[in-house]
Structures are given as structure tokens and as C-alpha cells.
């Protein structure tokens, strides 16, 4: 077969072009330190390598976002505990106040201090995170949450809203709490029912709390438990202030101090000797806020002894304020298990991410060993091309004559 001059020229030329941008990509993929320059070098590599990148762009985000939620609960955490010891002590004050010895004067003292602490809790209902923003008003986070009004009755300006941020594939947390869970819908009473001295009582009867003795026989009705002495004789009887009707076996029964009077299904203790007329009422347990339970034991300190109104009010303001303690206790052990959650994501992302590099480092970054050595290989079949050509360019009919 014969070969033409201009063959043999073309092809050493775009054999010598090949090798030439071969030895150039290696010659950036080491100054680069990248494998895959373009697509084109390798393109089921450069696709692996574009979905790990997303991935790891994803888990770096969810890093970012889990620090997000984690600063505003950790936050939270600190200004709850700070409630808790709030509470304890308003707890104890109460328990400190019911002293038989205490005069007026002392009853009233506390109750000034109480207030004090009523208008710390109120500062802490309106904490704000590291931004500015109110840690327990919902979405409405530019808003001060909690709003005494002049005649004292607190009420809240927030919302329910909670802002879930993801934090891992499939997992969105609460960044905040409403502050209507934490400080304002607390049951009162036994969480069932509250029973309540009224307050022109004269006599010396104290209700107990009470307990629900048969869930199926609650009727969720209010009641009105009233006594009468006669003839040395004291006796009660129990209306259905709701269908406004007498309870059956429940007139003119004979009372003695430290009995338990039980019916439709709840029982409560009384103790002590209720004056003629004197009355107590039975009433499903209601939402009441934290802030209300504080301003009544505070205007039962600095209400005058009178009978039993004092130990009565008392008594019902400490139930009350376990009652709110409990709730913030529950709300810390949420915020507790969210944080550990994070704590868990957060070492379990930094482990996909750093595997994620890995992946993309060996898709895509330069092996510095192979790369060297080809280079080298490339040099010398270039230089061994380049006299080779120039060998065969000189040969010619023409040389010999």
C-alpha cells in the first residue's frame, strides 16, 4: 500500500496534537489538584460527583440549621430553670405564709415580695433569644408575648405558631414553644375538677383537692356544697349548680371534721367547722395561667384572717402553683429531648460529611502518584514522537541523489 508525504505529515501532526493535550490535562490536573476537569474526562464520575456535592451542600445546611435551632432551645432551656426556681420559691413563701403565728402584717409582707417575683416572671415570659426575638410568643417573635394590663390581669399577645426547622433528611424540630403551652393553659385543681372555698365564707371548713374516685361516673357538671347549722348539728348538701338540681342522696347529710364526701364519681376531704351558710363549689378544671395563680395568692396575703379564707386560698394557690411548676418541669424535659436529639444529628451529620468528602476527594481530586508518573510517561512518548517524525520527515527519493 502506498503512503503519500501528506499522510504521513498529517498523521504524525495529529499524533503529536494528541499527545500534546493529553500531557497538558495531566500537567492541570496537577497544578489544580482536580481529576476531573470537565465533564468530559470522565462523565459517570462527574455525575457521581455533582450528587455528592449536592449532598454534602445539604448536610452542611443541615448542620447550619440544627446550630439555628439549637442556640433558641438551649435559651429556653436557661430561662425555664430560671422559672423553676421562681416557682419553688413563690411555693415556699405560700407554705411559709399558712404559719398560724403570722399576724396581717406578715401576710402582707410576703405578698409584696410575691408581687416582686410575679413581675420577674412576667420579665421572663418576654426572654428573647440571641436576635431579638421573643423566645415564647409563637410566630409573632417582634412582639412582646406577655402584657400586664392596669388592673394587673396578664394576657398574652403571641400566637401557637412554632417554627419547625429540618434538621435532617425527614426531621424538622420546634425552634420555640408557645408561650400560651408554657405560662397560660395550666389546669387547675387536680387537673379533673377544683374545688374552691368562696370567698364570704365565715366558718373555719377547708376543702381538700380532691381525687377521681370512678372516671366513667364524672359528669363534668359544676357543684355547690353547702352547710347548715342547727341545733348544734352541722349537715351539707350537694347541688348540680349546672342542670340546677339537687344530687340525689345528697341533702341534709350529717358532717363531722376529716370526712370525705364523694359523689358522681369525685371525692374530696373537708376538714374543720364551715359556719352556717358557708359554701364551696365544684367545678371542672379550667385553664389558668401561671401569672393568675400568683396575683390570687398574692391577694389572699394581703386579705385580712378571716375564718378560713386564708388557709383555703392558700392552700388552692400552692396545688396551683405545683400545677405550674409540673407544666414547665414537662416543657424543660421537651426542650431537654430536642436538645439531645440535636446533639445526636450533629455527630451523626459531622460523620456523613466527612465521608461525603472522601467520596468527592476520590472522584474528583488528582492522585498526585499517577498523575507524576504519567506525566512522565507522556514526556518521553512526546519527545520519542517528536525525533521519530523528524526521522521519517527526512526521508526522500531526493536524499540519495
Do not use: C, H, W
Not at 400586664?148 to 396578664?154: D, F, N
Not at 348540680?240 to 350529717?254: D, F, H, K, R, Y
Not at 396551683?320 to 407544666?327: E, I, M, R, Y
Not at 426542650?335 to 451529620?349: K, M, T, V, Y
Amino acid at each position: 500500500m502506498r503512503i503519500s508525504s501528506n499522510t504521513i505529515f498529517d498523521n504524525n501532526v495529529a499524533t503529536l496534537g494528541a499527545q500534546q493535550a493529553r500531557l497538558v490535562q495531566t500537567q492541570q490536573q496537577i497544578a489544580s489538584g482536580r481529576r476531573l476537569l470537565t465533564a468530559a474526562s470522565d462523565p459517570v464520575a462527574a455525575t457521581r460527583a455533582l450528587d455528592v456535592t449536592q449532598a454534602d451542600a445539604i448536610n452542611t445546611q443541615q448542620t447550619a440549621n440544627r446550630g439555628t435551632v439549637k442556640d433558641p432551645l438551649s435559651i429556653s432551656e436557661s430561662t425555664l430553670a430560671s422559672v423553676t426556681l421562681l416557682l419553688q420559691d413563690v411555693r415556699t413563701a405560700a407554705v411559709s405564709a399558712g404559719n398560724a403565728t403570722l399576724t396581717n402584717a406578715d401576710r402582707a409582707t410576703i405578698g409584696k415580695n410575691l408581687n416582686g417575683r410575679l413581675q420577674e416572671l412576667i420579665g421572663l415570659a418576654n426572654s428573647t433569644d440571641g436576635s431579638g426575638n421573643a423566645l415564647y410568643a409563637g410566630f409573632q417573635s417582634k412582639t412582646t408575648p406577655f402584657v400586664a394590663s392596669t388592673s394587673g390581669v396578664v394576657s398574652y399577645q403571641g400566637d401557637d405558631g412554632q417554627r419547625l426547622v429540618q434538621v435532617a433528611p425527614g426531621r424538622q424540630i420546634a425552634a420555640n414553644d408557645s408561650g400560651a403551652d408554657v405560662f397560660m393553659r395550666i389546669k387547675d385543681g387536680n387537673g379533673t375538677f377544683a374545688t374552691q372555698a368562696l370567698a364570704t365564707n365565715t366558718g373555719g371548713g377547708i376543702i381538700g383537692t380532691g381525687s377521681v374516685l370512678n372516671p366513667a361516673a364524672l359528669t363534668g357538671n359544676a357543684y355547690s356544697v353547702s352547710f347548715a347549722v342547727a341545733a348544734g348539728a352541722t349537715t351539707y348538701s350537694v347541688t348540680n349548680t349546672t342542670t340546677g338540681l339537687a344530687v340525689a342522696g345528697m341533702t341534709a347529710q350529717p358532717y363531722t371534721s376529716g370526712q370525705s364526701i364523694s359523689f358522681d364519681g369525685l371525692q374530696f376531704n373537708m376538714q374543720g367547722a364551715p359556719a352556717n351558710g358557708d359554701s364551696f363549689t365544684v367545678k371542672p378544671s379550667a385553664n389558668q395561667s401561671v401569672f393568675k395563680t400568683l396575683s390570687d395568692l398574692i391577694t389572699t396575703l394581703s386579705t385580712p384572717l378571716s375564718g378560713a379564707n386564708v388557709s383555703n386560698g392558700l392552700a388552692s394557690g400552692i396545688v396551683n402553683v405545683d400545677n405550674a411548676l409540673s407544666n414547665v418541669l414537662n416543657m424543660r424535659s421537651s426542650i431537654g429531648a430536642r436538645l439531645n436529639e440535636i446533639d445526636s444529628l450533629q455527630a451523626s451529620g459531622d460523620s456523613i460529611g466527612v465521608q461525603l468528602k472522601q467520596s468527592l476527594s476520590a472522584l474528583q481530586d488528582t492522585d498526585y502518584n499517577k498523575a507524576i508518573s504519567d506525566l512522565n510517561q507522556q514526556q518521553t512518548t512526546l519527545q520519542a514522537a517528536q525525533k521519530s517524525f523528524a526521522q521519517v520527515s527526512n526521508l526522500s527519493m531526493f536524499t540519495y541523489m
